[in-house]
């Protein structure tokens, strides 16, 4: 099955410096790459996704970008501030019939904006 | 982005009662729900999948018999934790998609649940 691993596990950054991360899945079919930011003790909140028919998608501060052939994905914020530090997770899913598909996640990203 | 509900955020019961979470989406009709559980500093570990009208699939490894799942209506699916025990203590998050939204996923702010 499905099998999706983000790196690195945790992340300190100045304020206003980028952060990257990134993600690998296994299935060459998968098809739906979203992003999540979790804040502590709430629910994960979509904030950015790809399709595998494009390679790169931006929405202000946050751009998420997809290599198909390597079968990995990023997301990269630009300018970050104190209130980027949350939790991270990357998922990626593939097609089957029926709508039982679903997300696989990654082990998340703590990220620490320093001020 | 479309808002998903859950009631209550927070419980407390004692061992060997049921508790109830209820999961909605306000402003979309769900065609499918996910129940997650979630431990402390770890990933989203899928529950189960349910499909408005039909029977709840669950992941392996996962007691549909104390985890039952009821996707009443497009807009309501609830998890009931029958026979609570210590261990069952933990953050569940109920999540919600539809392919009127390109089925992208959207979840609950999650339901904090002690068992004493």
């Known amino acids: 099955g499905e099998n999706v691993e983000q790196h690195p596990s945790t992340l300190s950054v100045q304020e206003g410096d980028s952060a990257v991360i990134k993600c690998t899945y296994s299935?060459?079919?998968?098809?739906?790459f979203p992003w999540y930011k979790q804040e502590l003790g709430k629910g994960p909140q979509l904030i950015i996704d790809?399709?595998?028919?494009?390679g790169e998608k931006k929405d202000q501060r946050i751009a998420v970008t997809l290599n198909k052939t390597a079968k990995h994905f990023s997301l990269h914020i630009t300018e970050t501030q104190p209130e980027d530090s949350a939790v991270y997770f990357c998922?990626?899913?593939?097609?089957?019939?029926?709508?039982?598909?679903?997300?696989?996640f990654g082990t998340g990203t703590l990220l620490a904006v320093q001020p | 982005g479309a808002v998903v509900s859950q009631h209550p955020s927070r419980v407390i019961c004692k061992s060997g009662t049921s508790v109830k979470i209820e999961c909605r989406s306000l402003?979309?009709?769900?065609?499918?729900m996910f129940w997650y559980r979630q431990f402390p500093k770890k990933s989203l570990m899928l529950m189960a999948t349910?499909?408005?009208?039909?029977?709840?699939?669950?992941e392996q490894g996962v007691e549909k018999d104390k985890f039952l799942i009821n996707h009443a209506s497009l807009t309501l699916s609830t998890l009931t934790v029958t026979s609570a025990h210590p261990e069952d203590s933990s953050f569940y998050i109920c999540?919600?998609?539809?392919?009127?939204?390109?089925?992208?996923?959207?979840f609950g702010p999650g339901t904090r649940l002690t068992v004493t």
């Open positions: 998922a990626a899913r593939s097609p089957s019939r029926g709508a039982t598909n679903k997300l696989i």
């Open positions: 299935d060459s079919a998968s098809n739906y």
């Open positions: 790809i399709r595998s028919n494009v």
């Open positions: 999540s919600a998609r539809t392919m009127e939204r390109g089925y992208e996923q959207y």
């Open positions: 349910s499909n408005e009208g039909s029977k709840a699939t669950y």
């Open positions: 402003d979309f009709q769900a065609t499918t």
